[in-house]
């Protein structure tokens, strides 16, 4: 295969970058800044003088929609928790990717994200996924021990290992993602994402996703009944959750 040399930048091209980096720097900046006026507008209620509610002031005042003011506020949120931890945050797309994992796992995600992709500054899309994996994990799924090879949960993988045991898994999960998004089993499209509906049993079970000789396995506990059930073993954390899902639904009252 042949390689492409590009031509190397121009003393005028470089101050150019160097102006249009900058810009960036501010824009991001004025994005924090504002989040974290609209924040503190909101918590202090300082809009009620004349208007009903925040989201009203927000339209009226800036032609911000509800879900514009929302994302700016958690951009400047997560990014002075992510500041506190020493980390940066380049751009909101970053921020929201971040903000599906609880602070104290933000490290390990940009951890897992580099070392998976191999570049010392990923995207916000590498940085998502690996979120994705992390929140997974979080959520029930377990993870396979460097050195045993069990299913086991994460928290049960030595700190100094969980690079490695969540890379492996966010590596898995990509090929895994690529089957959600097709179609469920019975051919039908996916009313609902797996994890979410697995997410919804928690109110009344203990909801466990653990992976076996066979592939993953979705079990839940009643915890007023005691009563155990078993999903079918299928080779993905997606088809495990749907399968169960097919048999316990269609079974009769």
Same mark, same amino acid.
């Given at each position: 295969?042949?390689?492409?040399t ?11 970058l160097?102006e ?5 720097? &501010? ?19 300082? *809009?009620?003088a004349?208007?009903?509610s925040?989201?009203? *002031?927000g339209q009226a ?14 951009f ?24 599906? &994992?609880?602070? !104290?796992? *933000?490290?390990?995600?940009? !951890?897992?994200?580099?070392?998976v992709?191999?570049k010392?500054?990923p995207?916000?899309? !590498?940085?998502?996924a &690996? ?5 997974d994990?979080?959520a029930?799924?377990?993870v ?9 949960p994460?928290?049960? &993988?030595?700190?100094e290992?969980?690079v490695?045991?969540?890379?492996r898994?966010?590596q ?11 179609a469920?089993?019975?051919?039908q499209? $996916? $009313?609902?994402?797996?994890? !979410?509906?697995? $997410? ?13 000789g %066979?592939?993953w ?13 078993? %999903?079918p ?10 399968h ?8 009769q009252?």
């Open positions: 295969m042949n390689q492409v590009l031509p190397i930048l121009t003393p005028d091209e470089r101050l150019r160097h249009l980096e900058e810009q960036v720097i &501010v824009g991001v900046r004025a994005g924090v800044m504002a989040g974290r006026a609209l924040r503190c507008i909101q918590t202090e209620r300082l *809009y009620r004349e208007y009903g925040f989201e009203a *002031y005042r800036f032609g911000l929609s509800r879900a514009r003011l929302y994302q700016l506020m958690d400047a949120d997560i990014h002075a928790e992510a500041s506190a931890l020493d980390i940066h945050v380049s751009s909101e797309r970053m921020a929201r990717a971040l903000g599906l &994992v609880p602070p !104290d796992d *933000y490290k390990l995600v940009l !951890d897992v994200t580099r070392s992709t191999g010392d500054r995207s916000s899309a !590498d940085v998502q &690996v979120a994705d994996t992390v929140r994990l979080a029930g799924a377990h396979e021990h460097p050195d045993t090879g069990e299913s086991v994460l928290t049960q &993988v030595p700190p290992r969980r490695e045991a969540v890379a898994a966010a898995r999960g990509a090929q895994d993602r690529t089957r959600y998004q097709g469920a089993p019975q051919g499209a $996916d $009313d609902v994402r797996p994890l !979410d509906w697995a $997410d919804g049993l928690r109110a009344v079970a203990d909801v466990e996703l653990r992976g076996t %066979g592939g396995q979705l079990t839940l506990t009643d915890r007023s009944s005691g009563e155990r059930r078993e %999903g073993e299928r080779p993905t954390v997606w088809d495990a959750i749907r169960a899902r097919s048999a316990w639904e269609g079974e009252p």
